[in-house]
Protein backbone atom coordinates (compact mmCIF):
# COMPACT_ATOMS: atom_id res chain seq x y z
CA UNK A 1 0.00 0.00 0.00
CA UNK A 2 2.74 2.33 0.75
CA UNK A 3 4.52 1.52 -2.53
CA UNK A 4 1.10 2.37 -4.62
CA UNK A 5 1.16 5.61 -2.72
CA UNK A 6 4.61 6.49 -3.23
CA UNK A 7 3.85 7.75 -6.70
CA UNK A 8 1.61 10.21 -5.33
CA UNK A 9 2.84 14.00 -4.93
CA UNK A 10 1.86 15.83 -1.58
CA UNK A 11 -0.24 18.28 -3.01
CA UNK A 12 -1.90 21.88 -1.12
CA UNK A 13 -5.31 21.05 0.00
CA UNK A 14 -6.22 24.44 -1.53
CA UNK A 15 -5.63 23.00 -5.04
CA UNK A 16 -8.29 20.06 -4.47
CA UNK A 17 -10.53 22.44 -2.43
CA UNK A 18 -10.54 24.92 -5.39
CA UNK A 19 -11.45 22.11 -8.15
CA UNK A 20 -14.22 21.12 -5.88
CA UNK A 21 -15.52 24.84 -5.85
CA UNK A 22 -14.66 25.66 -8.92
CA UNK A 23 -16.75 21.67 -10.62
CA UNK A 24 -19.36 22.49 -8.28
CA UNK A 25 -19.79 25.71 -9.59
CA UNK A 26 -20.02 24.41 -13.25
CA UNK A 27 -22.60 21.94 -12.48
CA UNK A 28 -24.80 24.75 -10.21
CA UNK A 29 -24.37 26.47 -13.15
CA UNK A 30 -25.64 23.46 -15.69
CA UNK A 31 -27.91 22.10 -13.86
CA UNK A 32 -29.93 25.75 -12.56
CA UNK A 33 -30.43 26.48 -16.08
CA UNK A 34 -31.86 23.13 -17.01
CA UNK A 35 -33.94 22.54 -14.30
CA UNK A 36 -37.41 24.06 -16.24
CA UNK A 37 -35.88 21.28 -19.16
CA UNK A 38 -35.56 18.50 -16.84
CA UNK A 39 -38.73 19.26 -15.33
CA UNK A 40 -40.70 18.72 -19.09
CA UNK A 41 -38.85 16.25 -19.61
CA UNK A 42 -40.00 14.11 -16.21
CA UNK A 43 -43.90 14.83 -18.11
CA UNK A 44 -42.74 13.32 -21.16
CA UNK A 45 -44.82 10.55 -22.99
CA UNK A 46 -43.75 7.43 -20.85
CA UNK A 47 -43.50 4.85 -23.61
CA UNK A 48 -40.23 6.95 -24.43
CA UNK A 49 -38.61 5.92 -21.03
CA UNK A 50 -35.56 4.27 -21.57
CA UNK A 51 -33.41 4.04 -18.32
CA UNK A 52 -30.08 4.02 -18.46
CA UNK A 53 -27.07 3.79 -15.30
CA UNK A 54 -28.90 3.41 -11.94
CA UNK A 55 -32.41 4.00 -13.49
CA UNK A 56 -32.28 0.89 -14.78
CA UNK A 57 -33.91 -0.26 -11.36
CA UNK A 58 -36.96 1.55 -12.71
CA UNK A 59 -39.39 -0.40 -14.81
CA UNK A 60 -41.27 3.16 -15.21
CA UNK A 61 -40.55 6.85 -14.38
CA UNK A 62 -41.43 7.90 -11.39
CA UNK A 63 -43.77 10.25 -10.83
CA UNK A 64 -42.98 14.21 -11.75
CA UNK A 65 -43.53 15.50 -8.78
CA UNK A 66 -41.01 12.97 -6.87
CA UNK A 67 -38.48 13.88 -10.09
CA UNK A 68 -38.46 17.85 -9.47
CA UNK A 69 -38.00 17.19 -5.76
CA UNK A 70 -35.22 15.45 -6.77
CA UNK A 71 -34.05 17.47 -8.97
CA UNK A 72 -34.03 20.39 -6.68
CA UNK A 73 -32.39 18.39 -3.73
CA UNK A 74 -29.53 17.87 -6.28
CA UNK A 75 -29.48 21.78 -6.77
CA UNK A 76 -29.62 21.98 -2.96
CA UNK A 77 -26.41 19.43 -2.87
CA UNK A 78 -24.82 21.47 -5.56
CA UNK A 79 -24.76 24.51 -3.39
CA UNK A 80 -23.27 22.74 -0.69
CA UNK A 81 -20.31 20.87 -2.21
CA UNK A 82 -19.60 23.95 -3.88
CA UNK A 83 -19.18 25.49 -0.89
CA UNK A 84 -17.89 22.71 1.13
CA UNK A 85 -20.37 22.70 3.57
CA UNK A 86 -20.46 19.09 5.99
CA UNK A 87 -18.14 17.73 3.15
CA UNK A 88 -17.82 14.02 4.86
CA UNK A 89 -21.73 13.77 4.41
CA UNK A 90 -22.96 16.51 1.37
CA UNK A 91 -19.78 15.19 -0.71
CA UNK A 92 -21.30 11.78 -0.94
CA UNK A 93 -25.14 12.27 -1.24
CA UNK A 94 -24.03 15.50 -3.80
CA UNK A 95 -22.49 12.79 -5.60
CA UNK A 96 -25.34 9.87 -5.44
CA UNK A 97 -28.05 12.62 -6.53
CA UNK A 98 -26.13 14.10 -9.09
CA UNK A 99 -25.98 10.58 -10.77
CA UNK A 100 -28.86 10.19 -10.49
CA UNK A 101 -30.42 13.04 -11.95
CA UNK A 102 -28.34 12.99 -14.99
CA UNK A 103 -29.41 9.63 -15.49
CA UNK A 104 -32.72 10.31 -15.33
CA UNK A 105 -32.17 13.02 -17.60
CA UNK A 106 -30.61 10.66 -19.84
CA UNK A 107 -33.38 7.93 -19.55
CA UNK A 108 -35.33 9.34 -22.32
CA UNK A 109 -33.95 7.92 -25.36
CA UNK A 110 -30.71 9.55 -25.67
CA UNK A 111 -27.21 9.60 -23.41
CA UNK A 112 -25.51 12.47 -23.28
CA UNK A 113 -22.24 11.35 -23.16
CA UNK A 114 -20.20 14.65 -22.53
CA UNK A 115 -21.86 14.22 -18.90
CA UNK A 116 -19.73 11.02 -17.88
CA UNK A 117 -16.55 12.64 -16.72
CA UNK A 118 -18.13 15.29 -14.93
CA UNK A 119 -20.49 12.27 -12.89
CA UNK A 120 -16.56 11.06 -12.20
CA UNK A 121 -15.15 13.81 -11.02
CA UNK A 122 -18.32 14.35 -8.75
CA UNK A 123 -18.03 10.66 -7.42
CA UNK A 124 -13.56 11.31 -7.17
CA UNK A 125 -14.31 14.80 -4.95
CA UNK A 126 -17.22 13.58 -3.13
CA UNK A 127 -15.46 10.74 -1.61
CA UNK A 128 -12.05 12.48 -1.21
CA UNK A 129 -11.21 15.43 1.60
CA UNK A 130 -11.58 17.52 -0.57
CA UNK A 131 -13.05 20.45 1.57
CA UNK A 132 -10.26 20.80 4.13
CA UNK A 133 -9.52 24.15 2.19
CA UNK A 134 -11.31 26.52 0.22
CA UNK A 135 -14.58 25.81 1.81
CA UNK A 136 -17.02 26.67 4.93
CA UNK A 137 -15.89 23.37 6.59
CA UNK A 138 -12.12 24.54 6.91
CA UNK A 139 -13.54 28.23 8.13
CA UNK A 140 -15.33 26.71 10.21
CA UNK A 141 -12.55 24.25 12.01
CA UNK A 142 -9.53 27.50 11.06
CA UNK A 143 -8.09 24.44 9.75
CA UNK A 144 -4.63 25.48 7.47
CA UNK A 145 -3.51 21.56 6.56
CA UNK A 146 -0.09 20.78 5.10
CA UNK A 147 0.43 19.43 1.67
CA UNK A 148 -0.08 15.45 1.59
CA UNK A 149 -0.63 13.07 -0.75
CA UNK A 150 -4.28 12.51 0.09
CA UNK A 151 -5.11 15.83 -1.55
CA UNK A 152 -3.36 14.45 -4.49
CA UNK A 153 -4.43 11.39 -5.16
CA UNK A 154 -8.40 12.53 -5.94
CA UNK A 155 -6.86 14.67 -9.13
CA UNK A 156 -4.87 11.94 -10.09
CA UNK A 157 -7.54 9.74 -9.97
CA UNK A 158 -9.59 12.32 -11.55
CA UNK A 159 -6.91 12.96 -14.71
CA UNK A 160 -7.63 9.02 -14.87
CA UNK A 161 -10.91 8.94 -15.41
CA UNK A 162 -10.66 11.49 -18.10
CA UNK A 163 -8.05 9.72 -19.93
CA UNK A 164 -10.04 6.41 -19.58
CA UNK A 165 -13.15 8.36 -21.39
CA UNK A 166 -11.41 9.49 -24.08
CA UNK A 167 -9.40 6.17 -24.53
CA UNK A 168 -13.09 4.63 -24.60
CA UNK A 169 -13.88 7.13 -27.23
CA UNK A 170 -10.85 5.83 -29.48
CA UNK A 171 -11.31 2.36 -29.07
CA UNK A 172 -14.88 2.41 -30.11
CA UNK A 173 -13.51 4.11 -33.72
CA UNK A 174 -10.81 1.63 -34.33
CA UNK A 175 -12.50 -1.28 -33.48
CA UNK A 176 -15.79 0.14 -35.49
CA UNK A 177 -16.45 -1.13 -39.16
CA UNK A 178 -13.73 1.01 -40.41
CA UNK A 179 -11.13 -0.49 -37.97
CA UNK A 180 -7.45 1.38 -38.33
CA UNK A 181 -8.96 3.05 -41.57
CA UNK A 182 -11.60 5.51 -39.39
CA UNK A 183 -7.93 7.36 -39.39
CA UNK A 184 -8.32 8.44 -43.56
CA UNK A 185 -10.99 10.36 -42.37
CA UNK A 186 -13.95 9.65 -44.15
CA UNK A 187 -16.13 8.45 -41.06
CA UNK A 188 -15.50 11.59 -39.44
CA UNK A 189 -16.14 13.86 -42.46
CA UNK A 190 -19.65 11.27 -43.06
CA UNK A 191 -20.63 11.62 -39.08
CA UNK A 192 -20.17 15.97 -39.94
CA UNK A 193 -22.42 15.49 -42.23
CA UNK A 194 -25.07 13.36 -41.33
CA UNK A 195 -25.07 15.91 -38.16
CA UNK A 196 -25.92 18.86 -40.63
CA UNK A 197 -28.80 17.06 -42.68
CA UNK A 198 -30.05 15.90 -39.12
CA UNK A 199 -29.76 19.78 -37.66
CA UNK A 200 -31.45 21.58 -40.34
CA UNK A 201 -34.34 18.28 -40.71
CA UNK A 202 -35.02 19.70 -37.63
CA UNK A 203 -35.16 23.02 -38.25
CA UNK A 204 -32.12 24.27 -36.66
CA UNK A 205 -29.31 25.13 -38.34
CA UNK A 206 -25.88 23.21 -39.45
CA UNK A 207 -22.16 24.87 -38.90
CA UNK A 208 -21.10 27.00 -41.78
CA UNK A 209 -17.65 25.44 -41.02
CA UNK A 210 -19.72 22.12 -41.87
CA UNK A 211 -20.33 23.18 -45.33
CA UNK A 212 -17.00 25.14 -45.75
CA UNK A 213 -14.81 21.89 -44.91
CA UNK A 214 -16.61 19.21 -46.12
CA UNK A 215 -15.15 18.86 -49.39
CA UNK A 216 -11.73 19.15 -48.64
CA UNK A 217 -11.06 15.10 -47.48
CA UNK A 218 -7.51 15.64 -46.34
CA UNK A 219 -8.18 17.81 -43.12
CA UNK A 220 -10.34 15.19 -42.35
CA UNK A 221 -7.57 12.58 -42.08
CA UNK A 222 -5.72 14.93 -40.54
CA UNK A 223 -8.54 15.73 -37.60
CA UNK A 224 -9.03 12.22 -37.64
CA UNK A 225 -5.65 11.32 -36.55
CA UNK A 226 -5.33 14.12 -34.85
CA UNK A 227 -8.44 13.13 -32.49
CA UNK A 228 -7.12 9.33 -32.52
CA UNK A 229 -3.75 10.54 -31.24
CA UNK A 230 -5.30 12.36 -28.30
CA UNK A 231 -8.03 9.58 -27.62
CA UNK A 232 -5.65 6.67 -27.79
CA UNK A 233 -2.83 8.52 -26.32
CA UNK A 234 -4.68 10.10 -23.36
CA UNK A 235 -3.27 7.51 -20.85
CA UNK A 236 0.18 8.99 -21.53
CA UNK A 237 -0.84 12.25 -20.28
CA UNK A 238 -0.76 10.05 -16.82
CA UNK A 239 2.83 8.98 -17.12
CA UNK A 240 3.90 12.64 -16.99
CA UNK A 241 2.62 15.81 -15.41
CA UNK A 242 3.91 18.39 -18.70
CA UNK A 243 2.87 15.82 -20.98
CA UNK A 244 -0.80 15.54 -19.48
CA UNK A 245 -0.99 19.52 -19.28
CA UNK A 246 -0.50 19.38 -23.07
CA UNK A 247 -2.68 16.56 -23.52
CA UNK A 248 -5.17 19.33 -21.43
CA UNK A 249 -4.82 22.02 -23.68
CA UNK A 250 -5.23 19.99 -26.91
CA UNK A 251 -7.92 18.14 -26.02
CA UNK A 252 -9.42 21.76 -24.92
CA UNK A 253 -8.88 22.29 -28.64
CA UNK A 254 -10.28 19.54 -30.29
CA UNK A 255 -13.64 20.38 -28.39
CA UNK A 256 -13.53 23.74 -29.72
CA UNK A 257 -13.06 22.32 -33.19
CA UNK A 258 -15.50 19.65 -32.91
CA UNK A 259 -17.86 23.60 -31.94
CA UNK A 260 -16.90 25.00 -34.48
CA UNK A 261 -17.49 22.36 -37.21
CA UNK A 262 -20.46 20.43 -35.86
CA UNK A 263 -22.17 22.99 -33.86
CA UNK A 264 -21.74 20.33 -30.81
CA UNK A 265 -21.24 21.91 -27.15
CA UNK A 266 -19.15 19.95 -24.97
CA UNK A 267 -19.85 22.29 -22.33
CA UNK A 268 -18.06 20.71 -19.25
CA UNK A 269 -15.32 20.50 -21.76
CA UNK A 270 -15.68 23.58 -23.56
CA UNK A 271 -15.39 25.45 -20.25
CA UNK A 272 -12.00 24.30 -19.10
CA UNK A 273 -13.13 22.96 -16.15
CA UNK A 274 -13.11 18.96 -16.99
CA UNK A 275 -9.17 19.76 -17.29
CA UNK A 276 -8.82 21.85 -14.12
CA UNK A 277 -7.41 18.99 -12.32
CA UNK A 278 -4.41 18.79 -14.29
CA UNK A 279 -3.26 22.21 -13.55
CA UNK A 280 -2.30 24.14 -10.14
CA UNK A 281 -5.18 26.71 -10.05
CA UNK A 282 -4.46 27.50 -6.28
CA UNK A 283 -1.20 29.67 -8.00
CA UNK A 284 -4.12 31.94 -9.27
CA UNK A 285 -4.67 32.86 -5.70
CA UNK A 286 -1.26 33.50 -4.68
CA UNK A 287 -0.98 35.73 -8.04
CA UNK A 288 -3.90 37.84 -6.63
CA UNK A 289 -2.80 37.75 -2.98
CA UNK A 290 0.83 39.25 -4.76
CA UNK A 291 -1.20 41.68 -6.18
CA UNK B 1 6.42 9.45 2.04
CA UNK B 2 6.60 8.06 5.01
CA UNK B 3 6.61 11.27 7.00
CA UNK B 4 3.30 11.52 6.29
CA UNK B 5 0.54 10.37 8.61
CA UNK B 6 -2.64 8.54 7.11
CA UNK B 7 -6.28 7.84 8.97
CA UNK B 8 -6.43 4.40 9.37
CA UNK B 9 -8.16 3.03 6.15
CA UNK B 10 -7.68 6.14 4.48
CA UNK B 11 -5.48 4.47 1.81
CA UNK B 12 -7.10 1.43 1.66
CA UNK B 13 -10.29 3.46 0.58
CA UNK B 14 -8.57 5.37 -1.87
CA UNK B 15 -7.47 2.46 -3.58
CA UNK B 16 -10.91 0.16 -3.60
CA UNK B 17 -12.38 3.63 -5.17
CA UNK B 18 -9.39 4.05 -7.64
CA UNK B 19 -9.93 -0.01 -8.81
CA UNK B 20 -13.58 0.27 -8.67
CA UNK B 21 -13.82 3.80 -10.81
CA UNK B 22 -11.51 3.04 -13.61
CA UNK B 23 -12.83 -0.90 -13.74
CA UNK B 24 -16.62 0.35 -14.05
CA UNK B 25 -15.01 3.47 -16.69
CA UNK B 26 -13.49 0.35 -18.56
CA UNK B 27 -16.32 -2.68 -17.82
CA UNK B 28 -18.15 -0.91 -21.10
CA UNK B 29 -15.80 -2.14 -23.79
CA UNK B 30 -16.81 -5.62 -23.71
CA UNK B 31 -19.89 -4.58 -25.13
CA UNK B 32 -17.63 -4.58 -28.63
CA UNK B 33 -17.53 -7.73 -28.89
CA UNK B 34 -21.42 -8.70 -27.92
CA UNK B 35 -23.26 -9.32 -31.28
CA UNK B 36 -24.96 -6.42 -32.79
CA UNK B 37 -28.40 -6.20 -31.20
CA UNK B 38 -27.33 -7.60 -27.87
CA UNK B 39 -25.27 -4.26 -27.29
CA UNK B 40 -26.33 -1.81 -24.73
CA UNK B 41 -24.78 1.73 -23.86
CA UNK B 42 -24.99 3.24 -20.51
CA UNK B 43 -24.48 5.88 -18.20
CA UNK B 44 -21.88 7.08 -17.31
CA UNK B 45 -20.28 4.01 -18.61
CA UNK B 46 -20.59 4.00 -21.81
CA UNK B 47 -18.83 2.17 -24.98
CA UNK B 48 -19.25 5.48 -27.18
CA UNK B 49 -21.49 3.35 -30.04
CA UNK B 50 -21.37 6.77 -32.10
CA UNK B 51 -18.08 6.37 -32.99
CA UNK B 52 -18.46 2.65 -33.97
CA UNK B 53 -21.58 3.41 -36.41
CA UNK B 54 -20.97 2.63 -39.68
CA UNK B 55 -21.32 5.80 -41.95
CA UNK B 56 -22.19 5.53 -45.98
CA UNK B 57 -22.89 8.48 -48.24
CA UNK B 58 -26.42 7.97 -47.73
CA UNK B 59 -28.01 8.75 -44.15
CA UNK B 60 -31.83 8.14 -43.31
CA UNK B 61 -33.21 10.68 -41.25
CA UNK B 62 -36.55 10.21 -39.93
CA UNK B 63 -38.30 14.29 -38.94
CA UNK B 64 -41.86 16.07 -39.56
CA UNK B 65 -42.68 18.78 -42.03
CA UNK B 66 -45.17 21.67 -42.01
CA UNK B 67 -46.75 21.69 -45.27
CA UNK B 68 -48.43 24.67 -45.84
CA UNK B 69 -51.49 25.53 -48.20
CA UNK B 70 -50.34 26.51 -51.09
CA UNK B 71 -48.10 23.23 -50.78
CA UNK B 72 -45.39 24.50 -49.86
CA UNK B 73 -43.26 22.69 -46.99
CA UNK B 74 -40.60 23.03 -44.63
CA UNK B 75 -39.14 21.24 -41.74
CA UNK B 76 -40.92 21.57 -38.39
CA UNK B 77 -38.73 23.05 -35.53
CA UNK B 78 -38.21 20.33 -32.98
CA UNK B 79 -39.36 22.19 -29.95
CA UNK B 80 -42.75 21.50 -31.40
CA UNK B 81 -41.70 18.07 -31.31
CA UNK B 82 -40.82 16.89 -27.62
CA UNK B 83 -38.37 18.19 -25.10
CA UNK B 84 -34.70 17.93 -24.22
CA UNK B 85 -32.70 19.45 -26.99
CA UNK B 86 -32.68 18.43 -31.06
CA UNK B 87 -30.93 14.93 -30.40
CA UNK B 88 -32.68 13.76 -27.75
CA UNK B 89 -36.10 14.72 -29.91
CA UNK B 90 -34.83 13.00 -32.78
CA UNK B 91 -34.10 10.13 -30.72
CA UNK B 92 -37.94 9.73 -29.38
CA UNK B 93 -39.15 10.78 -32.86
CA UNK B 94 -37.54 7.98 -33.96
CA UNK B 95 -38.38 5.57 -31.47
CA UNK B 96 -41.93 6.41 -31.77
CA UNK B 97 -41.70 5.43 -35.37
CA UNK B 98 -40.24 1.91 -34.80
CA UNK B 99 -43.03 1.39 -32.13
CA UNK B 100 -45.60 1.75 -35.30
CA UNK B 101 -46.89 5.32 -33.36
CA UNK B 102 -46.29 7.65 -35.62
CA UNK B 103 -49.93 7.99 -36.80
CA UNK B 104 -51.06 8.88 -33.15
CA UNK B 105 -47.69 11.20 -32.13
CA UNK B 106 -48.21 13.19 -35.61
CA UNK B 107 -51.93 14.12 -34.24
CA UNK B 108 -50.60 15.45 -31.18
CA UNK B 109 -47.93 17.21 -33.14
CA UNK B 110 -50.81 18.59 -35.34
CA UNK B 111 -52.92 19.89 -32.30
CA UNK B 112 -49.79 21.85 -30.97
CA UNK B 113 -49.19 23.32 -34.35
CA UNK B 114 -53.38 24.35 -33.94
CA UNK B 115 -52.44 25.94 -30.82
CA UNK B 116 -49.93 28.05 -31.51
CA UNK B 117 -51.05 31.52 -33.58
CA UNK B 118 -47.62 31.78 -34.77
CA UNK B 119 -48.04 29.12 -36.81
CA UNK B 120 -50.93 29.82 -38.61
CA UNK B 121 -50.12 29.42 -42.07
CA UNK B 122 -49.65 25.46 -41.44
CA UNK B 123 -52.25 23.26 -42.80
CA UNK B 124 -50.94 19.59 -42.16
CA UNK B 125 -47.86 17.87 -40.69
CA UNK B 126 -46.17 15.11 -41.84
CA UNK B 127 -43.76 12.59 -39.99
CA UNK B 128 -41.50 11.15 -43.42
CA UNK B 129 -38.54 9.42 -43.54
CA UNK B 130 -35.69 11.38 -45.76
CA UNK B 131 -32.80 9.48 -47.26
CA UNK B 132 -29.86 12.18 -47.87
CA UNK B 133 -27.03 11.89 -50.45
CA UNK B 134 -24.61 13.36 -48.47
CA UNK B 135 -22.33 14.58 -50.47
CA UNK B 136 -24.96 16.32 -52.40
CA UNK B 137 -26.07 18.06 -49.34
CA UNK B 138 -22.88 19.29 -48.39
CA UNK B 139 -21.50 20.28 -51.19
CA UNK B 140 -24.32 22.22 -52.84
CA UNK B 141 -25.86 23.18 -49.09
CA UNK B 142 -28.95 22.16 -49.27
CA UNK B 143 -31.05 19.79 -47.37
CA UNK B 144 -32.76 17.58 -49.80
CA UNK B 145 -33.96 13.99 -49.87
CA UNK B 146 -36.05 11.61 -51.05
CA UNK B 147 -39.08 11.57 -48.49
CA UNK B 148 -41.79 8.41 -47.97
CA UNK B 149 -44.51 10.05 -45.75
CA UNK B 150 -45.10 7.56 -42.80
CA UNK B 151 -48.28 9.66 -41.05
CA UNK B 152 -50.13 13.11 -41.70
CA UNK B 153 -52.62 14.91 -39.76
CA UNK B 154 -54.39 18.08 -41.02
CA UNK B 155 -54.15 21.00 -38.44
CA UNK B 156 -57.24 21.73 -36.97
CA UNK B 157 -57.61 25.38 -35.41
CA UNK B 158 -60.60 26.15 -33.65
CA UNK B 159 -61.87 28.64 -35.87
CA UNK B 160 -62.37 26.44 -38.19
CA UNK B 161 -64.70 23.81 -36.43
CA UNK B 162 -66.59 26.72 -34.85
CA UNK B 163 -69.00 27.19 -37.39
CA UNK B 164 -69.90 23.93 -37.56
CA UNK B 165 -70.22 23.28 -34.11
CA UNK B 166 -72.42 27.03 -33.41
CA UNK B 167 -74.61 25.10 -36.08
CA UNK B 168 -75.09 21.63 -34.32
CA UNK B 169 -76.23 23.95 -31.26
CA UNK B 170 -78.87 25.93 -33.27
Redesign the interface.
Known amino acids: ?2 K ?3 GVT ?1 TPAARLGLVRAVIGGYTMFYLLRRRD ?1 FR ?2 AR ?2 P ?2 F ?1 P ?2 PC ?1 VLAKPIPAPVADALTDATLASTALFTLGGGHRLTGKLHSALL ?1 WT ?2 Y ?2 S ?6 S ?2 TL ?2 HT ?2 LG ?2 RAADAASLDALATRSRPAP ?3 YG ?2 LD ?1 MN ?2 SA ?2 YL ?2 G ?3 V ?4 GWGWARG ?2 MR ?2 V ?2 D ?9 HAAPA ?2 LL ?2 FRHLFTAFAVGSLVLELGAPLGLVNRRVGRLWAVATFGLHWGIRVIMGIRFRYQMSGVSFISWFEPERLLTLFRRR | ?2 G ?1 S ?1 ERG ?6 T ?2 VA ?2 GA ?2 Y ?2 RQ ?1 FRPAGQKR ?17 F ?1 I ?1 V ?1 AVAVHADGSR ?6 L ?12 LR ?2 VD ?1 G ?1 AGGFVEVVAARVAADEELADIARVEIVR ?1 E ?1 D ?2 V ?3 G ?1 R ?1 E ?1 EETVLASADVVREADVAPELEGSAR
Open positions: MRLFSALKLTDELAVGRTLSRNWSMVFHDNVFLVAAHPRWPLAAVTLAVAKVGPSDSRQAVAVRKEAFGSAYYR | MSYWERGRALLAMLALPLHDGFPLSYYPMFSARRRQAVYHFLDYHLGGGGLNQVRRQRVARGFLDCLMHTG
